[in-house]
């Protein structure tokens, strides 16, 4: 009975400590809320908030350029170096010449490309125009020659795996290391695009961040710029372990 009444007193102890604890915090979060006003004011409050409108553009065009840019990344990775295709070596060859060929230089090719679908202005001419990483690809390349040697593909089809079930059932496993790093240089490439967008995209209803980062100069230029750097920033901390595991020891299997 004594037992009871003691832990009834420390629960109605610990609840009269936390309402206080909140009483006496609210007038600093109240502080706080106002001067966070203050500070992104010119952000909110620019143009009726079309902040926000970029913001979610971004999160579109980010978000589904990068799942099409790694699975493509990966995929062709994997088949230029477990796979017998041919032409490799020119395949090779061509995704070495693309990464050497500045994006200014494909720019227009590109907008020609996508104003004959229809699709210019749109943000999803924007992600077809922007999902293709030969970095990535080469890398991929690059990680499973090293984790996927012939003796190991020869065992795979000595028990009945076709090429998709390599893939599968090698590939994919022994790719997460990878993944991240094709994921975190992919997205650092996407969320900071600036040629692309800009010769793509006219309507500012349809602008993405790094173009309308432009309008900021001179109010809010800097607050606006540490809030397109936080992004990249997060998610190499999310992933550093991962990443640095992937950058220095390509033959690791997992």
Request: proline letters at 5%.
């Amino acid at each position: 009975m004594e037992i009871g009444n003691q832990r009834r007193n420390s629960r109605l102890i610990k609840v009269t400590l936390l309402i206080m604890t909140f009483w006496a915090s609210f007038p600093v979060f109240w502080i706080l809320r106002d001067v966070g006003r203050m500070i992104f004011a010119p952000i909110i409050y620019f143009d009726n908030g079309i902040f926000f409108t970029w913001l979610k553009n971004t999160s579109i065009f980010v978000g589904s350029a990068l799942s099409i840019s790694v699975i493509c990344c990966i995929t062709a990775g994997f088949v230029l170096a477990v796979l017998d295709v041919p032409f490799r070596r020119f395949l090779l060859f061509a995704t070495l010449v693309t990464m050497l060929i500045p994006i200014t230089a494909m720019a227009m090719p590109l907008y020609v490309m996508i104003d004959a679908l229809g699709l210019n202005d749109t943000l999803l001419g924007l992600i077809l125009a922007s999902s293709f990483f030969p970095f990535g690809a080469l890398l991929s390349y690059l990680y499973y020659t090293s984790v996927l040697p012939p003796d190991l593909v020869g065992m795979g089809r000595i028990d009945g795996l076709g090429d998709f079930g390599i893939y599968r059932y090698l590939g994919i496993p022994l790719s997460k290391s990878l993944i991240s790093v094709v994921t975190f240089f992919c997205f650092v490439s996407l969320w900071n695009s600036y040629h692309l967008p800009r010769v793509l995209l006219n309507e500012p209803s349809r602008s993405i961040m790094s173009i309308g980062i432009e309008a900021f100069y001179g109010q809010g230029t800097t607050l606006i710029a540490i809030v397109m750097v936080i992004p990249s920033v997060l998610l190499y901390l999310a992933s550093q372990k991962t990443i640095a595991r992937g950058i220095f020891s390509g033959a690791v299997k997992e």
